[in-house]
């Protein structure tokens, strides 16, 4: 039984030392497709007020997310994390970023942080004429 304990416990702890020594966590999430903009576009750090956001008329529409996690805390804004949204960013399509929610969690063993960019795109009128396809 201790050396079951033992076991688990070494495993454990190399996956806790795996992920501190690979870095942040990063995921994506698409919810409308749009032509890459080259892996290092120019976008724009907005801050979003939500009716640009929610409203039919509104400037932006949400086209992906990107978060990363990691141990520790995230700075949103390092040039590290900034190197590691900007081209999924501009690989989505998007022309701005800004930051959709920022959580952190801290208990007696570990601390651990996550952030959530959305990314976002000018939104087009709706009476643009269909795209060929």
């Not at 795996?18 to 903009?37: D, F, K, N």
């Not at 086209?63 to 141990?71: A, F, K, M």
């Not at 959709?100 to 942080?113: D, K, M, V």
Request: hydrophobic share 40%; with cysteine; net charge neutral.
């Amino acid at each position: 039984m201790r050396r079951m304990v033992g076991i688990r416990y070494g495993i454990g702890l190399a996956c806790v030392v795996l992920a501190v020594a690979c870095g942040p966590g990063v995921g994506e999430m698409r919810m409308q497709s749009y032509p890459s903009r080259g892996a290092n576009c120019e976008l724009e750090f907005v801050k979003l007020d939500m009716q640009d956001l929610s409203s039919p008329t509104g400037k932006w529409e949400m086209i992906g997310y990107v978060t990363l996690g990691d141990n520790g805390k995230l700075d949103p804004f390092s040039d590290e994390n900034r190197a590691l949204v900007r081209p999924r960013a501009c690989d989505m399509g998007g022309e701005a970023v800004t930051i959709a929610n920022s959580a952190s969690n801290e208990t007696l063993l570990s601390t651990g942080s996550a952030v959530s960019y959305s990314i976002l795109r000018h939104r087009e009128a709706k009476d643009a004429a269909p795209k060929k396809f």
